[in-house]
């Protein structure tokens, strides 16, 4: 899981906090070696510069270790203040920021905005990198959406655990996913999840089945195709339940 990989990334095993301890001796005993410890004063610095420089060189900083995804992935923001009712669909959505290991990930999302703190009428997405989050996207065109609904502030933990499953590929049908959305509104959130290819029912329906065991969600949820939206806009109607 992503979640066990970022704190195993982040918890030095033993060995290497023994080999830290016996760096900082050796440290330790370099700047001791080098002249009379009675005679000298906090803070100085006992013995030869150069020998001291050399030990200092000689201590390797260990790289850091990222642990990459399968596939990247871009975080997109649809501004409410920057939308204006004449304006076309999706015109103030913006790229936030792409990445690609476990390590980046928690690096942004442990920095932004969870959904109960966004403004209400905000749309934030997570889509592969690539795809746009929009009806017009050619991986997107041919697709539909699973919805679920709740109360305003209630998403944070199912927003969480969505991209974990989505970036982590836990999803048996994972190269059908597109992305995944949360809208805020007045009186509620909805995270949708978009898929490419809205006529594979049996993709569909398994990834809408995982999906509500992942986050726990007992209430039944609808799949919309994105023609029937475009059509019909709030009268589509769903075409697969679960």
């Known amino acids: 899981m992503v979640e066990e990989t970022e704190k195993s990334s982040t918890n030095p ?18 700047n001791n070696g080098g002249g009379d410890e009675s005679e000298a004063e906090e803070g100085e610095i006992v013995g030869g510069g150069s020998d001291n420089d050399a030990a200092a060189k000689d201590i390797a900083v260990p790289p850091v270790v990222k642990h990459p995804l399968e596939h990247s992935w871009t975080f997109w923001f649809d501004n409410p203040s920057a939308k204006h009712k004449q304006a076309a669909w999706g015109s103030s959505m913006r790229p936030v920021y792409t990445f690609s290991t476990v390590e980046d990930f928690w690096s942004v999302y442990n920095n932004i905005n969870h959904p109960s703190k966004l403004a209400v009428g905000a749309d934030f997405h997570c889509f ?13 065109a041919n697709g539909g959406k699973w919805t679920m609904a709740f109360d305003r502030g209630e998403s944070d933990t199912c927003w969480l655990y969505t991209l974990l499953a989505m970036i982590g590929e836990q999803f048996d049908y994972g190269d059908e996913i597109c992305g995944a959305v949360v809208n805020v509104r007045g009186k509620q959130e909805k995270i949708a999840l978009w898929t490419k290819n809205a006529a594979n029912e049996a993709a569909q329906l398994s990834i809408g089945r995982q999906w509500k065991e992942f986050l726990d969600y007992k209430v039944t949820i609808g799949f919309i195709f994105h023609d029937d939206a475009k059509k019909l806009d709030r009268n589509a109607k769903h075409r697969y339940s679960v």
Do not use: Q, R, Y
Request: contains cysteine; hydrophobic residues 25%.
């Open 13 to 30: 095993s033993k060995g290497e906090a023994e080999k830290s301890s016996s760096s900082t001796l050796t440290v330790m005993n370099v």
């Open 128 to 140: 592969k990198d690539k795809i746009e989050p929009k009806w017009e996207d050619p991986v997107c």
